[in-house]
C-alpha cells in the first residue's frame, strides 16, 4: 500500500511546478512540492501553514513576532544570533523549570498518599551550574554520571543528599568524592563495585548509601517494550538466575546477580542498602515497560522482605520519558505516565503486602530538550539530483548550516530525526523537501534528514532545529577544530549566557607545540 501511494505521488510530481507566487525565488531543478514529495517519510505532513509553529516541538513561550521572527523567552532569534553567534543554543528557563515542575507535580499526586517521589533531574542531558540550580529551586534532585558531573552539582551548591552518582564503571576516585561530599546515593552497577565501596567507605570512617541497579529485563523505546531474560548489555544485575544456580520454589530471583547483590549490600558493613533501581530505556511514550519493570523489582522487594525480614525503602524506576522531536511523536504528559505507573506499584505492593517504598523517577530529556532551541545560518544550498522509489529522477534540497554533528550528533549516533524551520523572518512562498545539512567532513552529518523549506531559504537565514535541549551540548565535540557554541538562556526579554562559546584559542592552548611559544 504504501508503495503504491508513493507511485501515485511521484507521478502527480512529474509535472512542471505550479502555484508559484510573484516574486517567488524559483531555482532550477528544485521542486516546488504541493503534495507529499515522494523522498519525503510518511510522517512529514507537507506544511499548509509554515508560519505556525508545531506547539509540542518548541518551548512553551516561543511564537512568530509580528515580523514573522521566532520569539523565544520574549527575545527574537535575530537579536540572540547578533548578540551571541551562531550555531547557538538556547534554552527558555521558563519551559525547563515548568518541565519540572510538572514532573514534581504529577508523580507527588500520583503516588499521594502513601509516599514521597523524588525527581532526579539526569543532569547528562544537560548539565551547567545554572541548570541544575534550577532544577534544584524547583524541588528536583540530581543525577550525575561522572565525577565531571558531580563536579558540576556540587559547584551549584546543589546539596549533597539531593545528588546521586551513576556509572558502570565509576573510579575509586569518584566514589570516594561522592562518599567524602555526602552525596545521597550511589547506584551500584555490579558486585565488583558493591565490594569497592564497601572497602572505600571502610577507608573512609562512613556508611555509604547505595541503590543497586538492576535489569528487569525490560526494554522500552517509544511504543512498545521487549521483554527478555537475559539482557545482553553492560548495565546493571541481571534478575535471571545463572544457569547453573538451584531453583527455589519461593524465590524466582534466587541465584541471579541481582539476588546476590541484595546479599552482599545487606551484609556489607558500610553499605546502607537504600533500595532498587532500573532505567528501561529511552524516549518512552507509554507506560507499559515502565510498569512491568516495577512490578517486577517490586517481586524482588517481596522476596527479600520473606527472606531477610527488611523492606528496603526505596524503589528508582529511571528516565527515558519521550519528547516530540518531530510532529510525528505525541509524548504523553508527565500525569498519564504516573497516573499509570502509581496504579501498577500499588496492586504490585499489595500483592506483595509490603508498604508503597518511597519512589524516585530520573527524567532528563523530558525536562530540556524540548526547552532547547538550535539556531544555526544558511550557508550553501544545493539541489542534488535522487533515484525516486520508481527509478524516476527527483531532486533534493540540501541546506547546509554553520554546525552541525559537533553540535548535535543524535542524527549520527541514533539516526535520530529532527524538525526545523525559518526562523528570522517571515515564511513566504511554497515549499520544498530539504535536508539540512552541517559543515563537517562526513557524508552522515545530517541535522535535519526531511524537513518542508520555504523555496526562499537563503544564505545568512536563520534556521532554528527545536527539541535540542537534551543530549545536544552534553554529546558536542570539537571535531574538525570548530569551536563547540554558546548555551544561553532566555526569560522575560533577557538572553544571559549559560555556558560560554568555545573559543579557537582555547582549542590552541591544548596544544603543546602551541603552548610552547609563550
Ligand atoms: C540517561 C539516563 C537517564 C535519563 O534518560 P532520559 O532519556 O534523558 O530521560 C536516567 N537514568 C539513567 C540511569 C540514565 O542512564
Given at each position: 500500500?504504501?508503495?503504491?501511494?508513493?507511485?501515485?505521488?511521484?507521478?502527480?510530481?512529474?509535472?512542471?511546478?505550479?502555484?508559484?507566487?510573484?516574486?517567488?525565488?524559483?531555482?532550477?531543478?528544485?521542486?516546488?512540492?504541493?503534495?507529499?514529495?515522494?523522498?519525503?517519510?510518511?510522517?512529514?505532513?507537507?506544511?499548509?501553514?509554515?508560519?505556525?509553529?508545531?506547539?509540542?516541538?518548541?518551548?512553551?513561550?516561543?511564537?512568530?513576532?509580528?515580523?514573522?521572527?521566532?520569539?523565544?523567552?520574549?527575545?527574537?532569534?535575530?537579536?540572540?544570533?547578533?548578540?551571541?553567534?551562531?550555531?547557538?543554543?538556547?534554552?527558555?528557563?521558563?519551559?525547563?523549570?515548568?518541565?519540572?515542575?510538572?514532573?514534581?507535580?504529577?508523580?507527588?499526586?500520583?503516588?499521594?498518599?502513601?509516599?514521597?517521589?523524588?525527581?532526579?533531574?539526569?543532569?547528562?542531558?544537560?548539565?551547567?551550574?545554572?541548570?541544575?540550580?534550577?532544577?534544584?529551586?524547583?524541588?528536583?534532585?540530581?543525577?550525575?554520571?561522572?565525577?565531571?558531573?558531580?563536579?558540576?552539582?556540587?559547584?551549584?551548591?546543589?546539596?549533597?543528599?539531593?545528588?546521586?552518582?551513576?556509572?558502570?564503571?565509576?573510579?575509586?576516585?569518584?566514589?570516594?568524592?561522592?562518599?567524602?561530599?555526602?552525596?545521597?546515593?550511589?547506584?551500584?552497577?555490579?558486585?565488583?563495585?558493591?565490594?569497592?565501596?564497601?572497602?572505600?567507605?571502610?577507608?573512609?570512617?562512613v556508611t555509604a548509601p547505595v541503590m543497586l541497579r538492576l535489569t528487569p529485563g525490560v526494554h522500552a523505546s517509544t511504543?512498545?517494550?521487549?521483554?527478555?531474560?537475559?539482557?545482553?548489555?553492560?548495565?546493571?544485575?541481571?534478575?535471571?538466575?545463572?544457569?547453573?544456580?538451584?531453583?527455589?520454589?519461593?524465590?524466582?530471583?534466587?541465584?541471579?546477580?541481582?539476588?546476590?547483590?541484595?546479599?552482599?549490600?545487606?551484609?556489607?558493613?558500610?553499605?546502607?542498602?537504600?533500595?532498587?533501581?532500573c532505567h528501561i530505556g529511552s524516549q518512552i511514550f507509554e507506560p507499559e515497560g515502565f510498569e512491568v519493570a516495577a512490578?517486577?523489582?517490586?517481586?524482588?522487594?517481596?522476596?527479600?522482605?520473606?527472606?531477610?525480614?527488611?523492606?528496603?525503602?526505596?524503589?528508582?524506576?529511571?528516565?527515558?520519558?519521550?519528547?516530540?522531536?518531530?510532529?510525528?511523536?505525541s509524548p504523553r504528559h508527565p500525569r498519564q505516565i504516573a497516573q499509570a505507573l502509581a496504579g501498577a506499584v500499588r496492586?504490585?505492593?499489595?500483592?506483595?503486602?509490603?508498604?508503597?517504598?518511597?519512589?524516585?523517577?530520573?527524567?532528563?530529556?523530558?525536562?530540556?530538550?524540548?526547552?532547547?532551541?538550535?539556531?544555526?545560518?544558511?550557508?550553501?544550498?544545493?539541489?542534488?539530483?535522487?533515484?525516486?522509489?520508481?527509478?524516476?529522477?527527483?531532486?533534493?534540497?540540501?541546506?547546509?548550516?554553520?554546525?552541525?554533528?559537533?553540535?548535535?550528533?543524535?542524527?549520527?549516533?541514533?539516526?535520530?530525526?529532527?524538525?526545523?524551520?525559518?526562523?528570522?523572518?517571515?515564511?513566504?512562498?511554497?515549499?520544498?523537501?530539504?535536508?539540512?545539512?552541517?559543515?563537517?567532513?562526513?557524508?552522515?552529518?545530517?541535522?535535519?534528514?526531511?524537513?518542508?523549506?520555504?523555496?526562499?531559504?537563503?544564505?545568512?537565514?536563520?534556521?532554528?532545529?527545536?527539541?535540542?535541549?537534551?543530549?545536544?551540548?552534553?554529546?558536542?565535540?570539537?571535531?574538525?577544530?570548530?569551536?563547540?557554541?554558546?548555551?544561553?538562556?532566555?526569560?522575560?526579554?533577557?538572553?544571559?549566557?549559560?555556558?560560554?562559546?568555545?573559543?579557537?584559542?582555547?582549542?590552541?592552548?591544548?596544544?603543546?607545540?602551541?603552548?610552547?611559544?609563550?
Amino acid at each position: 500500500m504504501a508503495q503504491r501511494r508513493h507511485r501515485a505521488g511521484a507521478a502527480q510530481r512529474a509535472r512542471p511546478t505550479r502555484g508559484l507566487r510573484a516574486g517567488e525565488d524559483v531555482r532550477p531543478m528544485t521542486e516546488t512540492v504541493a503534495g507529499p514529495h515522494p523522498l519525503a517519510p510518511e510522517w512529514l505532513r507537507p506544511l499548509t501553514d509554515s508560519a505556525a509553529l508545531e506547539d509540542k516541538l518548541f518551548p512553551a513561550d516561543a511564537h512568530r513576532d509580528d515580523q514573522g521572527r521566532l520569539v523565544l523567552g520574549g527575545v527574537d532569534v535575530e537579536t540572540l544570533a547578533a548578540q551571541h553567534g551562531t550555531p547557538l543554543y538556547v534554552i527558555s528557563e521558563d519551559d525547563f523549570r515548568s518541565r519540572a515542575r510538572a514532573f514534581v507535580e504529577a508523580f507527588s499526586e500520583a503516588f499521594a498518599p502513601e509516599t514521597d517521589v523524588d525527581v532526579f533531574y539526569a543532569g547528562k542531558a544537560f548539565l551547567s551550574t545554572h541548570a541544575a540550580r534550577w532544577a534544584a529551586e524547583e524541588g528536583l534532585c540530581v543525577d550525575t554520571a561522572s565525577g565531571g558531573e558531580l563536579a558540576v552539582a556540587l559547584a551549584a551548591e546543589v546539596e549533597p543528599a539531593r545528588i546521586g552518582l551513576h556509572g558502570n564503571n565509576k573510579s575509586d576516585a569518584e566514589i570516594v568524592r561522592a562518599l567524602k561530599a555526602g552525596i545521597g546515593r550511589i547506584i551500584a552497577d555490579s558486585l565488583d563495585e558493591l565490594a569497592r565501596i564497601d572497602q572505600l567507605a571502610r577507608s573512609a570512617g562512613v556508611t555509604a548509601p547505595v541503590m543497586l541497579r538492576l535489569t528487569p529485563g525490560v526494554h522500552a523505546s517509544t511504543h512498545e517494550y521487549i521483554a527478555t531474560a537475559h539482557e545482553d548489555q553492560k548495565f546493571g544485575l541481571s534478575l535471571t538466575p545463572s544457569s547453573d544456580a538451584d531453583t527455589d520454589q519461593e524465590n524466582p530471583y534466587a541465584g541471579s546477580p541481582a539476588w546476590s547483590a541484595v546479599e552482599h549490600a545487606l551484609a556489607a558493613e558500610h553499605i546502607e542498602l537504600r533500595g532498587l533501581h532500573c532505567h528501561i530505556g529511552s524516549q518512552i511514550f507509554e507506560p507499559e515497560g515502565f510498569e512491568v519493570a516495577a512490578a517486577k523489582l517490586i517481586g524482588l522487594l517481596g522476596r527479600v522482605r520473606a527472606r531477610h525480614g527488611v523492606e528496603l525503602p526505596e524503589l528508582d524506576l529511571g528516565g527515558g520519558h519521550g519528547i516530540a522531536y518531530t510532529e510525528a511523536d505525541s509524548p504523553r504528559h508527565p500525569r498519564q505516565i504516573a497516573q499509570a505507573l502509581a496504579g501498577a506499584v500499588r496492586t504490585a505492593c499489595d500483592a506483595e503486602g509490603i508498604e508503597v517504598p518511597r519512589i524516585s523517577i530520573e527524567p532528563g530529556r523530558a525536562i530540556v530538550g524540548p526547552a532547547g532551541v538550535t539556531l544555526y545560518r544558511v550557508g550553501v544550498q544545493k539541489d542534488v539530483q535522487v533515484d525516486g522509489p520508481s527509478g524516476e529522477t527527483l531532486s533534493r534540497r540540501y541546506v547546509a548550516v554553520d554546525g552541525g554533528m559537533s553540535d548535535n550528533a543524535r542524527g549520527v549516533l541514533y539516526d535520530a530525526d529532527y524538525s526545523a524551520v525559518l526562523a528570522g523572518r517571515k515564511v513566504t512562498g511554497n515549499h520544498v523537501l530539504s535536508r539540512i545539512v552541517g559543515k563537517h567532513c562526513e557524508s552522515g552529518d545530517i541535522v535535519v534528514r526531511d524537513v518542508y523549506l520555504p523555496t526562499t531559504t537563503a544564505r545568512d537565514d536563520l534556521l532554528a532545529v527545536p527539541a535540542t535541549g537534551a543530549y545536544c551540548h552534553s554529546l558536542s565535540s570539537n571535531y574538525n577544530l570548530l569551536a563547540r557554541p554558546a548555551v544561553v538562556a532566555v526569560k522575560d526579554g533577557a538572553s544571559r549566557v549559560l555556558i560560554r562559546r568555545e573559543t579557537e584559542e582555547q582549542m590552541l592552548r591544548r596544544d603543546t607545540g602551541f603552548a610552547a611559544q609563550d
